[in-house]
């Protein structure tokens, strides 16, 4: 088992910039892979960024390129998304996911693909 447990979100001014944390506790030596997730009212949950937790390569959804960074710190067991230039529309509950086990790239940007999931962090920017 892997407990996922995040924390920075709040409301922010369009413009400005969040960092959000997963702290990641158990079965920690486990993981492939760690990703965030968003979700808007009344929306789907959506991927945002990923990392392989081994080699640290990222990979994010288009509408947050050169804005988020998503990085992680192996020996604190924690993944971050700094999150830059923030606009109303990335306005949402941010979910951390850990993957446990190799899969396929391809599937890395689905939500089925993460074995465990932190309960969330809402993100609101005012216009």
């Known amino acids: 088992q892997v407990q996922l447990a995040e924390s920075g979100g709040g409301l922010v001014q369009a413009g400005g910039s969040l960092r959000l944390s997963c702290a990641a506790s158990g079965r920690t030596f486990s993981t492939y892979a760690m990703a965030w997730f968003r979700q808007a009212p009344g929306k789907e949950r959506l991927f945002v960024a990923f990392?392989?937790?081994?080699?640290?390569?990222?990979y994010y959804v288009d509408s947050v390129k050169g804005r988020f960074t998503i990085s992680r710190d192996n020996a604190k067991n924690t993944v971050y998304l700094q999150m830059n230039s923030l606009e109303p529309e990335d306005t949402a509950v941010y979910h951390c996911?850990?993957?446990?086990?190799?899969?396929?790239?391809?599937?890395?940007?689905?939500?089925?693909?993460?074995?465990?999931w932190g309960q969330g962090t809402q993100v609101t920017v005012s216009s």
């Open positions: 996911a850990a993957r446990v086990g190799a899969t396929g790239v391809s599937l890395m940007t689905s939500d089925g693909a993460y074995n465990y």
């Open positions: 990392i392989w937790w081994s080699s640290g390569s990222t």
